[in-house]
């Protein structure tokens, strides 16, 4: 079984954003609360958990995500929690 069309379109455009993507650019681009959303959409987390996690309402929870896919060119959460993670792994490489 094959990917499709659309699929590997969007895998190539994720692949695009953490090629041209730094740590630190996401940093600058992203409050700090975004930030922390953000990292928490790449361990996986719903946006009920999001919310407990930051102390917030769900509603604000999407609203930090849709700032997030807003900055980050992405348009689906699931392409931002991969991005996040990729962030993640890079930042973890940089320190280890």
């Known amino acids: 079984m094959g990917v499709s069309a659309p699929d590997t379109l969007r895998i190539t455009r994720i692949q695009g954003l953490i090629e041209r993507w730094e740590p630190r650019d996401i940093a600058s681009t992203l409050t700090p609360r975004e930030r922390q959303a953000f ?7 719903s946006n009920e ?3 407990k996690e ?3 309402t769900v509603r604000t929870a999407k609203a930090h995500i849709g700032k997030i896919l807003e900055k980050t060119g992405v348009e689906t959460r699931l ?3 991969l991005a996040a993670y990729a962030c993640q792994l ?3 490489c940089r320190l280890g």
């Open 90 to 92: 890079l930042e973890a």
């Open 39 to 45: 990292y928490l959409l790449g361990e996986g987390r």
């Open 49 to 51: 958990q999001i919310a």
């Open 79 to 81: 392409q931002a929690g």
């Open 54 to 56: 930051m102390g917030v």
